[in-house]
């Protein structure tokens, strides 16, 4: 009789359906050897649910204003206290974190996809194609990110969807680069010659064949950048440009708990371990997934 | 970060010393030639950024209740009317003869302004990265010497927290634990207003001029107000040097002329600090070089939590007032400094490690 686990596990897959849910399996099974990015896919995972339902765990509205209870500490009602106009921080962060997943699940839906046709474009093609697209991503890589975002920011406008336009623009570079590395190494590959000896134009040779392969360590760069982007937009948040009031974005959130940082510490605090937290998720997945999916540490076992 | 040069031209087969030289030659050339190519690039993403994307510079200036003719009137003078490659000839012009506009806020040049502002932000990066480098190299390389250790547990935790903390809410802890609670530190800004105006600026930094001008006492209160935010900077180039040089010193303890060097009976901290350590010089270079043009990025937001009056400062007021010469002028010259420190960190890897030449 033949388990599930066997079936994923086996080592000549019928369909390719089931070669890819067996390496997922694998892949899944060598993150939960690691404690620390357990943790990170924990935190991770958390983030999800909260946003999914974030209007059955927010006890309070995040936007919903009572002037009687102004400023108050943390106590067994205000988890986390209540901001200058009364309005309970802890549903606030909480219905946050849907504007953080949006972000940071925007920023990487155009910045990978962007960077990864350019660098596959760069690779493949090679010659004066590939040196004008690198050129032009060393140009990018060479900048300062956060002050090029802010730059865009402020020629868009302010308010969330600029940052995360601000923030994709500024971060598709590494992407072409590592999309570029792998092409390269796999650009002069016997199948590849095959299927293009078979008829295969460019398009279908990149997009069918190329880009499947530079998944697995765009996934790791990627998770491993969404720290920086959350830093980022909350700084965009911190400094004004980013979502605007009421919406309870925590870089916003801190910018407001500012004027009361001497008295009223929590106003400011709270929302900046949503931030750390979530960041280190991040960051702990990241780690986790580059031992296992790291090329070079595969290549080894 | 670094980007990769361009391949050298192969030399013709000559004499040794001739061969180095005209390798060193072509090098400096594609030094030069990369570094004159990502400045284009930046002033061109300055234009574009200004030129550009705003739905209509020219309505920004006039107003929509403009006529016709003055709002001609107002491109010509802007030079709109012209071709778009000519404006960019004329904007890489100005730029070059240190014209950058002027501040619709301040009223100033703006490269006025930017050469006003600039010292108070080096002078607290220099810290910054001093704090950094001071404290992040000797546990680095102590965190790799006792490699699973409590203190090595600790400084990659440091290291994580330099990825997800954000600059701007450490900065404010501190000023409510060290500043509020404690007294431990001066607050915002850069002096106590009774001593504001009274050191003439020389230098433009506080800590030099007050010392040039033999006023202790200047000297002593801006060091207390610099302290904070230089630290939180500094803690930021700590975990990301501690980190790299972890990693290096890990790589140059497991080769054998290490465990050689234990075999003869070399002391243990002359092993570490002789024979592991000096090869990581030259690339500890290049991180650090990394680090202190990150910190000039990381300023922007720590000015704006402690008033810092710096070039970051100037850069969040002019993005709130939608002062897009003044915005622009500083992403240029943010931009250009850093890409200055990357390419010749870069260099100075190629020049200092044999290896490399």
């Known amino acids: ?301 | 970060m670094t980007t990769e040069q361009p391949a050298l031209a192969p030399p013709p087969p000559q004499n040794l010393a001739g061969k180095r030289a005209r390798r060193q030659v072509s090098a400096v050339l594609g030094f030069l030639i990369t570094l004159f190519l990502t400045f284009l690039g930046l002033l061109a993403i300055t234009f574009f950024i200004g030129r550009v994307i705003p739905i209509d510079p020219v309505l920004a200036v006039v107003g929509d209740r403009a006529s016709q003719a003055q709002y001609d009137a107002a491109a010509a003078a802007m030079g709109l009317d012209q071709p778009l490659y000519v404006q960019f000839v004329t904007y890489v012009g100005n730029v070059l003869t240190g014209d950058l506009g002027r501040s619709v806020s301040t009223g100033r040049a703006v490269a006025e302004d930017i050469s006003r502002f600039f010292p108070a932000t080096f002078e607290m990066a220099t810290l910054g990265i001093l704090i950094g480098v001071v404290l992040g190299v000797p546990l680095g390389v102590t965190a790799a010497a006792r490699q699973g250790s409590w203190l090595d547990q600790a400084i990659r935790v440091v290291g994580l927290l330099g990825y997800s903390v954000p600059a701007f809410w450490l900065g404010l802890v501190g000023l409510a634990v060290f500043y509020a609670r404690l007294r431990w530190v001066g607050g915002p800004g850069r002096l106590d207003i009774f001593f504001d105006g009274l050191v003439t600026p020389i230098t433009g930094m506080v800590l030099i001029d007050s010392l040039i001008q033999g006023e202790v006492e200047i000297f002593v209160n801006a060091l207390w107000h610099i302290v904070l935010p230089a630290s939180v900077l500094g803690f930021f180039s700590l975990a990301y040097i501690a980190r790299m040089t972890r990693s290096f010193m890990l790589d140059q303890l497991s080769q054998e002329f290490v465990t050689t060097a234990r075999v003869k009976g070399v002391p243990e901290r002359v092993v570490i600090w002789r024979h592991a350590f000096n090869p990581i010089r030259v690339p500890l270079i290049t991180v650090i070089g990394l680090s202190y043009a990150g910190l000039l990025e990381g300023s922007v937001m720590i000015e704006t939590v402690f008033s810092w009056p710096g070039i970051g400062n100037y850069l969040t007021t002019a993005l709130l007032n939608a002062d897009m010469n003044a915005v622009l002028g500083s992403t240029l010259v943010i931009g250009a400094v850093f890409i200055v420190i990357n390419k010749v960190s870069d260099v100075l890897y190629r020049v200092l490690d044999p290896r490399a030449r």
């Open chain 1, 1 to 301: 009789m033949m388990t599930t686990r066997d079936w994923l596990l086996a080592d000549s897959p019928t369909s390719r359906w089931q070669a890819n849910a067996g390496r997922a399996y694998r892949v899944f099974t060598a993150l939960l050897r690691n404690p620390l990015s357990v943790l990170g896919g924990i935190i991770i995972l958390v983030l999800l649910l909260t946003a999914i339902f974030a209007p059955w765990i927010a006890p309070y509205s995040p936007t919903g204003q009572n002037l009687t209870q102004r400023l108050l500490p943390p106590s067994g009602t205000n988890w986390m206290g209540t901001d200058e106009l009364g309005r309970d921080i802890f549903s606030r962060v909480v219905w946050g974190s849907q504007i953080t997943l949006t972000i940071v699940l925007l920023v990487a839906l155009i910045s990978a996809p962007l960077g990864l046709l350019i660098g596959a474009i760069a690779g493949y093609f090679g010659g004066w194609i590939d040196r004008i697209l690198m050129g032009f991503t060393d140009i990018f890589l060479s900048l300062p990110k956060l002050i090029l975002a802010l730059a865009f920011v402020a020629a868009l406008g302010p308010g969330i969807n600029n940052a995360i336009i601000a923030i994709a623009i500024t971060s598709w570079p590494a992407y072409a680069r590592i999309a570029r590395a792998e092409t390269l190494t796999i650009r002069n590959a016997e199948y590849i010659s095959a299927v293009q000896l078979a008829g295969a134009g460019p398009i279908r040779v990149i997009v069918q064949h190329i880009l499947p392969l530079c998944t697995s360590s765009m996934i790791v760069r990627v998770t491993l950048d969404m720290a920086g982007v959350i830093l980022t937009a909350a700084g965009l948040g911190f400094i004004g440009l980013g979502a605007q009031p009421p919406l309870p974005e925590w870089g916003a959130m801190i910018s407001r708990g500012r004027t009361f940082i001497l008295d009223q510490w929590w106003v400011a605090t709270m929302p900046g371990f949503a931030i750390i937290i979530v960041s280190l998720g991040f960051c702990f997945l990241g780690d986790g997934l580059r031992d296992v999916l790291d090329p070079k540490s595969e290549g080894k076992s």
